[in-house]
């Protein structure tokens, strides 16, 4: 059946004005919204069935109020079609969700009318609203309401084309100073060159960083036009007497797709390589000699040839940081040209010399012919090779669990597997033993994650899913597409 979408104006401008104004939640007292006789009969029937409790992530507290019983913020994650469910993420929490092609309401959606467009053109990491009912266990979603456009005023933003101009010019000569005021974490995998961290949640804190002259432009940045808190910080240094205070409403996401982010050598260090999260590191320069930063590529030109190195990885999406001597060679070259081949770049601020200023090692020898990335394993996420093994032995005390749709196994199924479609999961937990490790798997990986998160949230302790393709071919199994 074909969906028709609804733009809720009044839910959209609620929104917007909780967004608009952090600092005053959405007073519990106000009217509601008169709705149509229609959508007061499917409020009364959600009510009767939805949970004793809503659930939102901590930063949308930032903005609204704690959300209603059978409510959950946060951020949208996976979305599977052929188990007609999608993932929310709650902070370190995964929901699980299911819908109804037929009846799902999306508010605010992408452009089109089709609902797998709809889902698929939603950015992963949206903020967004679901409304559920509970029904034979599983929590199912009426409204899906996408986080609406901010609306900033023109004399209020700086746009793209004038931010560059300054960046290229930098703070003393372009006479400003620019503030990423998302949470420093985010700062730190990356950010507009020259920015400083001012966190909103912490403004009130760490105001100090903001510059003497009141009357110099101040410009703040953060996630894009659906984001609450450069216009937040900018209202409150409008507060304490700044006279020109701006925002790059556009954000990270935009200037991300067009130019090249920056990294300090202290965040590469303390927050990437400490933490042993996955990054490809590209050394730009052509003579490599006196030693490397550990674990970087050779990336000296943006030849086809080199630029491949990377381009191999895209589907793995790699964050990637480029150094050079000082800071003001190749490195930007080449990570513009990452950039324009649609791979997001950063450049480490003061190149290698900066590094080394920091008293930070160098690896000896030259750079590596050729990158390579491993993503950081998912919680609960079970590496191929270790699948393979399972597959090849499956252990007494282990059960494939084969979360794929009924129709789906006439091409072939793991010899011993049992199969449950992610759909019944839910309700069908009894059949499964609590005193083997389970390990859950699909097509793509996607229906595998649910599973997995649906069976922690019933309390399976020894769970774990593989993140890759299974495809049955003739009643051979091809796994990870090998």
């Given amino acids: 059946m074909r969906l028709t979408f609804r733009l809720n104006?009044?839910?959209?401008?609620?929104?917007?004005?909780?967004?608009?104004?952090?600092?005053?939640p959405p007073s519990p007292a106000a009217a509601p919204p008169q709705a149509a006789p229609e959508a007061k009969v499917a409020v009364a029937a959600a009510a009767a069935a939805a949970p004793a409790g809503g659930k939102q992530a901590k930063i949308c507290s930032l903005c609204h109020a704690p959300p209603a019983a059978g409510t959950i913020r946060g951020h949208f994650d996976e979305v599977a079609f052929k188990a007609k469910s999608f993932q929310m993420k709650v902070d370190a929490d995964t929901e699980v969700v299911t819908f109804d092609p037929a009846t799902?309401?999306?508010?605010?959606?992408?452009?089109?009318?089709?609902?797998?467009?709809?889902?698929?053109?939603?950015?992963?990491?949206?903020?967004?609203?679901?409304?559920?009912?509970?029904?034979?266990?599983?929590?199912?979603?009426t409204t899906l309401?996408?986080?609406?456009?901010?609306?900033?005023?023109?004399e209020k933003q700086v746009k793209t084309a004038e931010l560059e101009k300054l960046v290229a010019q930098g703070p003393e000569k372009g006479k400003y100073t620019l503030f990423d005021a998302r949470p420093f974490p985010k700062f730190a995998e990356g950010h507009i060159p020259t920015a400083q961290s001012l966190p909103f949640p912490s403004f009130e804190k760490e105001q100090g960083k903001l510059p003497a002259d009141k009357g110099s432009l101040v410009i703040f940045y953060c996630a894009g036009v659906t984001c609450?808190?450069?216009p937040a910080a900018r209202d409150a240094a409008e507060k304490l007497g700044y006279t020109n205070a701006k925002i790059y409403h556009e954000g990270l996401p935009v200037w991300s797709k067009g130019n090249p982010m920056a990294l300090e050598p202290k965040l590469l260090k303390?927050?990437?390589?400490?933490?042993?999260?996955?990054?490809?590191v590209l050394d730009a320069r052509t003579n490599t000699a006196g030693g490397v930063i550990a674990g970087a590529v050779a990336m000296p030109d943006t030849t086809p040839a080199s630029l491949g190195k990377v381009a191999k990885l895209k589907k793995l999406k790699p964050p990637v940081v480029v150094y050079d001597a000082d800071g003001a060679g190749s490195a930007a070259a080449v990570a513009k040209a990452l950039v324009a081949s649609g791979q997001p770049a950063m450049v480490l601020t003061g190149g290698l010399a900066a590094w080394k200023g920091a008293g930070y090692p160098l690896a000896a020898g030259a750079p590596a012919a050729e990158a390579a990335?491993?993503?950081k394993p998912k919680a609960g996420e079970l590496s191929v090779e270790a699948f393979k093994q399972l597959v090849a032995a499956t252990p007494a005390n282990v059960l494939l669990l084969d979360v794929r749709n009924a129709d789906e196994l006439a091409d072939g199924a793991f010899k011993g597997s049992v199969n449950i479609p992610a759909t019944q999961l839910s309700s069908r937990t009894a059949e499964l033993p609590k005193d083997k490790k389970i390990v859950t798997h699909c097509s793509t990986g996607v229906r595998a994650e649910m599973a997995y998160n649906m069976l922690k949230?019933?309390?399976?302790?020894?769970?774990?899913?593989?993140?890759?393709?299974?495809?049955f071919f003739g009643g051979k199994a091809e796994i990870g597409g090998e």
């Fill in 9 to 24: 104006a009044v839910a959209a401008a609620a929104l917007l004005a909780a967004c608009s104004a952090p600092q005053r």
């Fill in 145 to 154: 309401t996408l986080k609406p456009k901010l609306k900033v005023a023109e």
């Fill in 270 to 280: 303390e927050a990437w390589m400490d933490k042993a999260q996955p990054i490809v």
């Fill in 228 to 230: 609450a808190l450069s």
């Fill in 373 to 375: 990335f491993t993503p």
């Fill in 104 to 141: 799902l309401k999306v508010v605010n959606p992408p452009e089109g009318a089709d609902l797998e467009k709809v889902l698929k053109a939603v950015r992963k990491g949206m903020e967004s609203k679901v409304d559920y009912v509970v029904e034979g266990g599983q929590k199912k979603v």
């Fill in 457 to 471: 949230g019933a309390g399976f302790a020894d769970v774990a899913f593989v993140n890759t393709t299974v495809d």
